[in-house]
């Protein structure tokens, strides 16, 4: 009997005795330790009164129960109990009941669950693939996403969902993430249980126990309905660019017909300007800001008399001043136009000059946009080397002489020094005393 109540005071376990009448005869060290004495002196037996009622009078010798119990503070705890019939067969018999705090496990348990109600009501694909590459679990989304059901994927390989000529990436990107390594959000492309392709936003990350990776979780977003609208905007965008693009030439089309003199000089203006740009290393934008304007530098003019335009002599003193409005008319006319770059304002100053002696405002230096000092000089360019009804072209010396003496005076050095360059690659030339510029 000694040994007995040896065991049974340094059980491992919780564990009372009880008799006849459910008072607490003993309690071990441990269900001292798990619970407060006053629970056993007060409200134990008071805890499982239904419980052992209904056990006391069935015939089993012993039943196992999950109860939670509520101290006066605290969280609640929960515990399995075994509870043993001392002298089976009779109602008025001893129990032993021995307790396993499960508290922690019915927590996990719980925070499990509530992690699993949210992986299953994503939208995204949510999937474990072992270390062989074997599909493991398979969310809603998954099945949404792919169009395979639980039954009809799981334990079969990852590479089912890549296409056949991606399989090498993919089997790469397991693999590092099997050796541990993350891999941030990337997009590729996927297949459906019925063989179309699909893009995809993927994240694929390794899972582990006890430092060894197990697996790897992938989680993958549709992202068709993105792209697709992506593709729209991009086409969107495309037309307005060619819209915009054919507007503009018409534009300037349109008023060199007025200005049959000038015929073709804006064309031949933006050809120069654009070479020089790309050499100076102008950005996209800049480049883009500057073939509008050159298109469109003179459309000013057609607010000047035809009298004036046309007049086959040098212009008088107040015709000239006319003619000096043009680069603000031209301006304020492209002003509402939704161009990206300032194309109004570098039409505005292509007749400024660096040292102020241009018009219409006398600006000086970097007062000037780079992009309209680079048009001054490709203007001047082009109109000294085309014949005029009042002068012939001048030829290839006479006008690089211009550039060579007024270079840093009145144009820009560095805009100079890119069109000798341009002229000594023969990307500029004359033939024949015409200025050609492919
Ligand atoms: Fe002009």
Redesign the pocket.
Known sequence: MERYRALFKHLPSPAVLLNSQNRVDDVNQAGLAALPTEAFERTFSRWLTRDLKEFRISPVPSRVIEKTYRAASGPPKFFKIRMAKIAPGKTDTGMVLILTDITERRRTLEELGRLASIVDSSDDAILSVSLSGKIMTWNRGAEKIYGFQPEDILGRSFMLLVPSGMREGARSILERAARGLSLSRHETVHRHRDGHLFPVSATFSPFDCYDAVLGVSVIARDISSRKQTEEELRSSHGQLQSLLNETVKSLSATHEKRDLYTAGHQQRVTRLACHMAEHLGLDQAQMEALRFAALL??IGKVCIPMAILAKPARLSEEEMGIMKK??ESGGEIVRNIPFHGPVGEIIGQ??ERLDGSGYPKGLSGNQILPASRILAVA?TLEAMSSHRPYRPALGLKTTLEEFRSKSGITYDPDVCAALFDLVKSGTIRWRKGVLQCP
Do not use: F
Request: glycine content about 0%.
């Open positions: 530098h003179d043009h680069p292509h007749h203007d």
